[in-house]
Each structure stands twice: as C-alpha cells, then as structure tokens.
C-alpha cells in the first residue's frame, strides 16, 4: 500500500471519528474505578443495576435524576444522570440509555465511573457525592482555529460565561444557562452555555463554574471554541450557535 492512500484513508478515519463525535453519538469522556473496589460478586451490583436503570427512565422528565439504593449497613451505590438544558426529553431518553448500557461494558466491576456525551452525563459511585463539587474528573475539548485578537476574546469569553454563571446558579431552577453577545461592533457573536448538577447548592454551582471558566484561558488561549466539561459543571463557549433549540 502506498504511503499517501494510507495517509488518506487515515484522514477519513479520523473525519468520522470527528463528526461522530460532533453528532454526540460516541462518549467524551469516561472513567472507572480500578478492580481494587471490585462489584463482582456483591450485593453492589445488584443495586446499581436496579438504580441505573430507575435513573435513566426518571432522567427525561426532568433533565435530571438522582438516588442512591441499599442498606445502610452495607455499600450502596449513589449515581445521578444529567442531560444537558437544551436537549429534549426524547433526546435525554436515548443519551441516558446509551451512557447506563456503555458504562457496562466499560466498566463491568469498578464501584465508581463515569461517562459524558455531548448531550449526557452519567456518574455513579459507592461514596455519597450528592452536593460535592467533583474536582476529579474533568474533560476538555477545544475547536482548533484560532481567533485573531485573543486577548479582546478572552475578556469577552470570561464576560459572558461569568454571566451565565450567575444566571444558571441563581435564576434558574435547573441550574442551566446559554446566551450571547456581540463581538466587534456585532459583526460576529459569542454563543456560550454553563451548568451545575442539580445536586449543587447555588453557591457550589458558582464555584464549580468559576473554577472552569478560570481554567478556560489555561487550556483553550485565543480558540474559537472550548469546554470544560466536569463531574459537577460545564461551560462551552462558540462563535456559532450551538445550542439545540
Ligand atoms: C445510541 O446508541 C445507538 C446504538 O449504538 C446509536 O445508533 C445512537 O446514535 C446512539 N445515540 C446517542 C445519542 O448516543
Ligand atoms: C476504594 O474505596 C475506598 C473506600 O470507599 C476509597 O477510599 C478508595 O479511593 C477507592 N479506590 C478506588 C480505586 O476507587
Ligand atoms: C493556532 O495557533 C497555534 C499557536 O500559534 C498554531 O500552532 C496553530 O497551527 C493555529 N491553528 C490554526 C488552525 O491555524
Ligand atoms: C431572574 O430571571 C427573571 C426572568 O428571566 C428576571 O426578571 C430577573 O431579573 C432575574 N433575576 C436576577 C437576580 O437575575
């Protein structure tokens, strides 16, 4: 085979791992605790079944679902799914269906995981997190190209999401916000999106965003588009509108 039509074949490989990506169909994001606290075998395992699969028929009513199951005495799974503000209920459906039945497969014994696709994000864990800001785990994507006044689009970056921070923990009963504002003199648009667990109190949602906006210049300087995307919160900024109606 010649070294360019594998080169090619390549770039196609990679193209359809990017749209499939983009189309929100393959995970982020996952993780899973190592065999070292084992399900196999325990009582654990049985009440993660039964909880995952009550989380993710409750999570498309309201966008959000969280509950943990056992005996107090024993160890007892705590997990919570969260779709994302702007996806439907339908879309919220088969987003949690799919992340409860991937995280199976990648994670058949750990007691703790999680896993985040564009649309959902799934958690579980044998220690009580409810109400925790998740400093663990934490994902970040950015668009490649560049802007050409990053110093100017940083400060308008840090604006609006600063703003949708305040929005999404204390005006909004789903702790979720998008909006957007004018760049250059409204020649172009700034479109970005923040949201906490429902689990958070409004003051931890606040911290949790701040902490990734904070982190925003650190891993994304001058790109047209990133996300932070953690156990606890998320912000994604864009200068197109991504935000699914
Ligand atoms: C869910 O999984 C099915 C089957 O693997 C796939 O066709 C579909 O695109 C996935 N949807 C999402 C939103 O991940
Ligand atoms: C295993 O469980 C213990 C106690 O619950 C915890 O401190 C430890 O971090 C866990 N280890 C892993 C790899 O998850
Ligand atoms: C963006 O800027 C970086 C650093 O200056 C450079 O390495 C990269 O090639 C640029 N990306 C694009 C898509 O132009
Ligand atoms: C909260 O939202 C309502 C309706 O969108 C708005 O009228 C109000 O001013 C907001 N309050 C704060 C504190 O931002």
């Known amino acids: 085979m010649s070294s360019s039509r594998f080169t090619s074949s390549l770039y196609l490989l990679t193209f359809a791992l990017l749209l499939q990506n983009v189309l929100g169909t393959d995970p982020h994001f996952s993780r899973c605790s190592s065999n070292a606290n084992s399900t196999a075998n325990s009582f654990y395992k049985t009440s993660l079944n039964v909880l995952m699969g009550s989380l993710y028929h409750l999570a498309p009513v309201e966008g959000f679902a969280l509950g943990s199951l056992g005996q107090n005495n024993q160890d007892r799974p705590y997990g919570l799914v969260l779709c994302r503000g702007d996806v439907s209920s339908s879309d919220c459906r088969t987003c949690a269906a799919n992340a409860t039945r991937e995280i ?20 579980y864990s044998d220690s009580d997190f409810f109400g925790q800001i998740d400093d663990q785990n934490k994902f970040y994507m950015w668009n490649v190209n560049n802007v050409s006044n990053p110093v100017l689009f940083n400060e308008k970056t840090t604006e609006l999401l600063s703003q949708l921070a305040d929005k999404a923990c204390y005006n909004s009963s789903k702790l979720y916000a998008a909006g957007e504002m004018d760049l250059l003199e409204g020649s172009m648009k700034l479109y970005g999106m923040a949201q906490c667990t429902r689990d958070l109190s409004s003051v931890d ?3 949790c965003l701040d902490g990734a906006i904070g982190e925003l210049p650190g891993v994304a300087y001058g790109k047209q588009g990133a996300r932070v995307v953690g156990g606890s919160c998320m912000v994604i900024y864009e200068i197109y509108p991504f935000v699914k109606a």
Request: aromatic residues 4%; positive net charge.
């Open 205 to 207: 949602c606040k911290k």
């Open 104 to 123: 199976r497969k990648r994670c058949p014994n750990g007691k703790r995981a999680i896993i985040a696709y564009d649309n959902c994000l799934l958690k």
